[in-house]
Nanobody, 115 residues
Framework: QVQLVESGGGLVQPGGSLRLSCAAS??????MGWYRQAPGKERELVAT???????NYADSAKGRFTISRDNAKKTVYLQMNSLKPEDTAVYYC???????????WGQGTHVTVSS
């Protein structure tokens, strides 16, 4: 059974940093990534990373956010720097099971950027 445990959200001032973590278990995963959903908006891609380390970022994340993963720990990270109020959202971890391509979602972690 696939399980995802997210951590690292919270309240931060504009210009600050946060690091999100998502520990997965129960399978081998190909692509892992982060999405976010702001109030009143649709869920959107933030960044993804393949098992081999290839990354993809939303334009809003480029230059400020860095995605990484530890394959041995089955954990994906999102380092967020220079945070802006518009980064306020619930951040969701997403992983794709290598066996059959099934996608799984974490429970979400709140990130609030405010002074």
């Amino acid at each position: 059974q696939v399980q995802l445990v997210e951590s690292g959200g919270g309240l931060v001032q504009p210009g600050g940093s946060l690091r999100l973590s998502c520990a997965a278990s129960g399978s081998i995963f190909s692509t892992m990534g982060w999405y976010r959903q702001a109030p009143g908006k649709e869920r959107e891609l933030v960044a993804t990373i393949t098992r081999g380390g290839n990354t993809n970022y939303a334009d809003s994340a480029k230059g400020r956010f860095t995605i990484s993963r530890d394959n041995a720990k089955k954990t994906v990270y999102l380092q967020m720097n220079s945070l802006k109020p518009e980064d306020t959202a619930v951040y969701y971890c997403n992983v794709r099971r290598a066996l059959d391509g099934t996608n799984y979602w974490g429970q979400g972690t709140h990130v609030t950027v405010s002074s």
